[in-house]
């Protein structure tokens, strides 16, 4: 009889302080070199308990917080037992497939795993494919056949169809199977897909399923593809909820008519009162294009990255953001074809037909919200709201990813208070707390906001529907040519950034001098001060040149941080009895009050 399946969770967690180290976990010489040259050198939470599990063999299904190094918690076990794996030499078809719900995913996993297989110098070979390929490049890619295969869902069906995987081929090799982002790849619409490659798993094959949220559908696939596995949740202390979005991420929220968002996002970004880099999320194309058109007649430049754009270019987008090139990203998540979806009440496997006939345009592996790992954004401002609890998490877990931290601001209109209400809730904020968990951004004051009105209310009018539409097509066809570009150079030059760049201005117009700097008379006292401060945290931060300048990959001290000190509320208001906290260390710095701003 099958054992139950065991849940470790708690237990795990209590011995968190003993801080095993990678050797500890009986890791690879090879691994723990690799991890060094990339700066890691002691395992999260979920990669202490994950690593020794799955090197035992075992099925796991691991639950983790966005940004808590889920990756390397399956890759690096992955990888090892494909060094010691000697029967690889005769296999037909990839030892270990890993599944992921978009393109942007594939691309990320594909370029870790390269990059370990390469600094551990063994002779693996590992390839991405997408169900877009032509079969006749997917037929090369699968030569070898590689050990290791990185994949959409969908893709699977298509080489089982063409006879590229053969039923009995993966039957006498598949030794690991991975379904990483595993929440999102049944309401990608991957059901079917999955159901025809469960067929031909072999029992014998681990199965290992990573997710930041649990869901029905987390369920359903564990149903599916799973047999007694080890069920680690791990939230790093106490209570599950309020440990979803990791603590060092902290969350605020501005309420706003919505016809005001522009004026509040121009009044943040232009003012200095956030810190970069900055990704901010829309729920529509078209607003992500008007919120760049917006900024620009104000010198604040910054690209887009979105369902619509070639795939060359939106991996190029993220890897020039990565790379900080530059400073502002306005991304459209999936959400909106995600809404059209409920609206019409298709079914997954449906819509993403539909998507991919109908709508052609609209790339359906395209998600640039789960999984991609933003290197040192520092706020995640929603510009709108997302429409659900889990969009929310999965939005604010782009910044403060594995030991760094981070801030997110909301901007909040009267028909979004239901979904934020709900977030709130979801998250364990409770009104009789006394412990927000999304708490006003005070250095933003109204003050501040209304200097601004009169020049973002008159630019605001510009930015017509003609304009936007216009801008959106000429950025498609720009995009379209650097793509064709960027596949061209980046065979030759893999690692070149340069070629192109995204945040190029759309304006016909170069941005008027009065818009382009806001002169000292506008600023009261107030936010001149909440500059100041923002500035000196960056500095703390040692955040002071743009990230391509060394990308500031030190550690930020909460003790050593003045902001934590600062509120631009007036004393008066302040909750504490008015006057500057001091930091004292100690307990601020395992539990840090939710109204200071860092
Ligand atoms: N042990 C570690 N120490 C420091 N940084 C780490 C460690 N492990 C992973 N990281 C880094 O943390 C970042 C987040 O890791 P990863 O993308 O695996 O998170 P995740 O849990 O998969 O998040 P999400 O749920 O959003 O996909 C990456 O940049 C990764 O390189």
Known sequence: MEKPPKDIAREEAEDEEEDLSFEELGLDPRLIRALIKKGIEKPTPIQRVAVPLILEGKDVVARAKTG????????????????????SKNKLAPSAFILVPTRELCQQVFT?????IELCRVQLKVVQLTSSMPVSDLRAALAGPPDILVSTPA??????????????????????????EADLLLSYGYEDDIKTFTAHIPRRCQCLLMSATSSGDVEK??????????????????NIKDEIIPKNVQQFWISCGSRDKLLHILALLKLELVQKKVLIFTNTIDMGYRSKLFLEKFGVKSAVLNSE???????????EFNAGLFDYLIATDDSETKQKEEVNGESNAETRKSRKHAKQKLDSEFGVVRGIDFKNVHTVINFEMPPSVAGYVHRIGRTGRA???????????????????????????????????ITPFSLLSKNAVESLRYRAEDVAKSVTKVAV????????????????????????????????????????KPPAPHLRDVPDYLLDPKTQEARKFVKLARAAMGNTKSARHGGSKKK????GDPLKTFSAEAPERSRNGGAKREDKGGDDRQKPKKKKYV
């Open 68 to 87: 808590s190094g889920k990756t390397f918690a399956y890759l690096l076990p992955l990888l090892q037992k494909l060094f010691t794996d000697n029967g």
């Open 112 to 116: 870790e795993v390269s990059s370990l």
């Open 155 to 180: 893709c699977i069906p298509k080489c089982l169809s063409a006879g590229l995987l053969l039923s009995a081929s993966i039957d006498a090799s598949l030794e690991i199977l991975v379904l990483d």
């Open 221 to 238: 696939l564990k149903k599916l593809v799973l047999h007694n596995p080890f069920i680690l949740t791990l939230p790093e202390v106490g």
């Open 309 to 319: 754009l070639p795939q060359n270019s939106r991996l190029h987008i993220l890897e």
């Open 403 to 437: 030991y760094s931290t981070g801030a997110s601001i909301s901007l909040v209109s009267p028909d979004e208070m239901e979904i934020f209400e709900e977030i709130k809730a979801f998250l364990g904020d409770d009104e009789n707390k006394d412990s927000d968990l």
């Open 469 to 508: 539409r216009e801008s959106r097509a000429q950025d498609l066809r720009n995009e379209i040519l650097n793509s064709e570009k960027l596949k061209a150079h980046f065979e030759v030059n893999p690692r070149d950034l340069d070629l192109l760049k995204h945040d190029k201005v759309l304006s016909k």
């Open 556 to 559: 930020f001290k909460r003790s």
